[in-house]
Every structure is written in structure tokens, then in C-alpha cells.
């Protein structure tokens, strides 16, 4: 927060893998603001949701990323995210 504004957020939603038997973390959205971006905020929001979900029990924090957002990619990968080449992710669009 910067003066009581919000300057980003992430989403994380409770999972089970049944393969592992344990808790994992779905990081489903991390947002910076515009203004604030390039400064450090995503790696703290990271940071804190990694946090989270060890202090929690969780075996892993899963994600998904456009194909095109290469800014998200990098910032993962230089936090040791791995690529997921072994499974295909489908969705069926309802509305």
C-alpha cells in the first residue's frame, strides 16, 4: 500500500492434489498498478503468497499465464517457477 492505495493484489484459491495427497495453491491473478510496476511489488506480492502457502502445508503454488505475457513469465521463471510441458490445460467457455 502506498498512502492507504492500493497499489496491486493476488488471488490464491485452495486445491488438493489427489496424486500427492497434499494442500496446493492456485495463484490464480497477480496485479500491479500501472504506476507502480518495475518497482518490486510483484516480487513482494510473490513473496508473501510462496509465504502463505508454506506456511499452510502446501506442496505448490500452480499458475497459468498468457502465452504472449512475457513480463509474468520472466518474473516467474527468475523465481524458479518451471514450465509445465507434461500436461495440455483445457477450458470449456460458458458464457
Known amino acids: ?3 492507504q492505495n492500493m497499489v496491486g493484489f493476488t488471488q490464491l ?5 489427489s496424486v500427492s495427497m497434499q494442500q496446493v495453491w492456485i495463484l490464480n ?3 500491479v498498478a500501472e504506476n507502480y510496476r518495475k518497482q518490486g511489488v510483484a516480487n513482494l506480492l510473490m513473496d508473501a503468497a510462496e509465504q502463505y502457502a508454506q506456511d499452510t502445508g502446501a506442496v505448490c503454488i500452480v499458475l497459468a499465464t498468457q502465452i504472449t505475457n512475457t513480463a509474468a513469465q520472466t518474473l516467474y521463471e527468475s523465481r524458479n517457477y518451471v514450465r509445465d510441458e507434461a500436461f495440455y490445460h483445457y ?5
Not at 477450458?91 to 458464457?95: A, K, S, Y
Request: zero cysteines; a negative charge; aromatic letters at 18%.
Open 1 to 3: 500500500m502506498d498512502n
Open 13 to 17: 484459491y485452495p486445491s488438493f492434489s
Open 29 to 31: 491473478d497477480l496485479f
Open 91 to 95: 477450458m470449456l467457455r460458458l458464457v
